[in-house]
């Protein structure tokens, strides 16, 4: 069995299921009941959210091929995802920039930003990253390393969540401001595993673009939350020490909903390590304050997701458990503000 089934194929499924998920809950809407750790019960009015769709739509991005900048399959994927949320956005804003690499490769890239209520003043910024690494650099078989990955944790999963994120958005208006950000070229950095002239900022160059040049003129944000490997199996999201730094009252904001949905198992009352991320440069360039959602994993050599850069970073490792958690802390924030 495949798990990359054909892409033609498999959109006509999705446009079927699509179909029949309006007609079921044509309303947009439902009040959910839920239980939290300490039996009481709160209610929260937002939508569904698919974790199902949201693989789906994670499949699709893997399918083209690791989505490493200048490659085909990064410029095909681009399209998708441009085309995707030209269906559910407001607005969809393409910014095309080309970029310097560490080894001195010009790289072309593309921030996509899917807006909702464009005109709004008050606005909340969801982001992930859409490239792939070029490096399996983490791999237990150093023959692979100079291997592009699949990135289905790493990249694609986010991306997932906020395409799905997207299609509840146009069902139900949030009634506040929405970017849904997809930074280009996150995973470019130099190679990790011999030493390299790693002096400079080589990665996050989508973010670090947006940051000083955001999409529209004089744009603000009230906040912004990163989705960063939040497909893994049994993951845990800590408190990371960027996002504690610079947005303390997010982080708490967002594990108090996800506490109130009964995840907090999953978001951990835990402080762990600074990570250089997509929104390090959002907090020190655009200065709105930002969190991340990334696996925490004590276990494992880099403390993040298990298979982090490595080519077993495949969406078939992936857990809709963990995309339905992620996805519905999204969405019961959303729709609390
Ligand atoms: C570094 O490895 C420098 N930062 C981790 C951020 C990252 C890479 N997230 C996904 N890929
Ligand atoms: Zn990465």
Redesign the pocket.
Known sequence: MTRQPDYKFRKTNLFLCMALLLLTFGCGSHKEKTQNNDNQSIQIEKPAFSADSALAYTVAQCAFGPRVPNSEAHKKCGNYLISFFQQYGDTVCIQSFDTKAFDGTTLHARNIICSFNPQDRQRIVIASHWDS?PYADQDADENLHRNPIDGAN?GAAGVGILMEIARQLHLKNPDIGVDLICFDV??Y?PP?DREYDSEGDW?CLGSQYWAKNPHTNQYRARYGILL??VGGENATFGKEGVSWHFAPDIVDKVWKNAQKLGYGATFVQLQTPF???DHLYVNQIAKIPMIDI?EYDPASRSG?YKH??TMNDKAENLSVTTLQRVGEVILATLYSE
């Open positions: 690494r790493d996150e995973d950095g990790q990665w960063d490997m990570v250089t991320d990334i993040f982090w850069h």
